[in-house]
């Protein structure tokens, strides 16, 4: 199995894990925080999204979803290609409740685009030296994809579990 093959099968069952988180879930406690001073799901996986999109169109050499399909101006929010989330205040954080429905077409969209660009990527493009998101630093492309795309994808989607739980509690996780 390819490393782009791989990144494609876990974001795929990553992804199924916030379905079942999601299945069921009150709107109203999709963009409910559980204290002022905490993010809620909406916006995790309003972020979770935007660093996919922002990501695999680092590494690919294209344009994001977020920008091509004018999804800032959709959820009402800075539509900047740079505006993934990072360094958001609290206040900005609770602003930003993206609908369940729209969030999961964005999401979908971006989805598709990731795994169109996976099917791009060769093992020799993995290895390639990219600007990093930290400024003034580099890294590899296949790195910043593992950190990004899977490591940051599994921490939030735990978030959003546990969120699940505290709201609903034990239950929606079928084994």
Do not use: C
């Not at 205040?89 to 989805?111: D, F, M, Q």
């Amino acid at each position: 199995m390819e490393a782009t093959e791989l990144i494609e099968k876990l974001l795929d069952m990553n992804e199924g894990a916030i379905e079942m988180a999601l299945d069921g879930l009150p709107d109203e406690q999709f963009n409910e925080a559980p204290t002022t001073e905490t993010n809620h799901i909406g916006w995790i996986l309003w972020h979770k999204t935007r660093v996919e999109d922002a990501v695999i169109a680092h590494v690919s050499g294209g344009s994001q979803v977020w920008t091509d399909g004018g999804w800032g101006e959709k959820f009402g929010v800075d539509p900047a290609p740079n505006n993934i989330g990072l360094g958001h205040s609290l206040e900005t954080v609770h602003a930003i409740k993206p609908s369940k429905a729209g969030l999961s077409e964005y999401a979908k969209a971006v989805r598709e685009k990731t795994k169109a660009a996976l099917k791009t990527i060769s093992p020799e493009e993995l290895d390639k030296e990219i600007p990093d998101f930290i400024p003034n630093q580099t890294i590899r492309a296949g790195e910043l994809l593992g950190r990004a795309l899977l490591i940051d994808n599994v921490m939030h989607s735990g978030q959003v579990m546990y969120l699940r739980g505290y709201y609903t509690g034990f239950g929606w996780l079928p084994f």
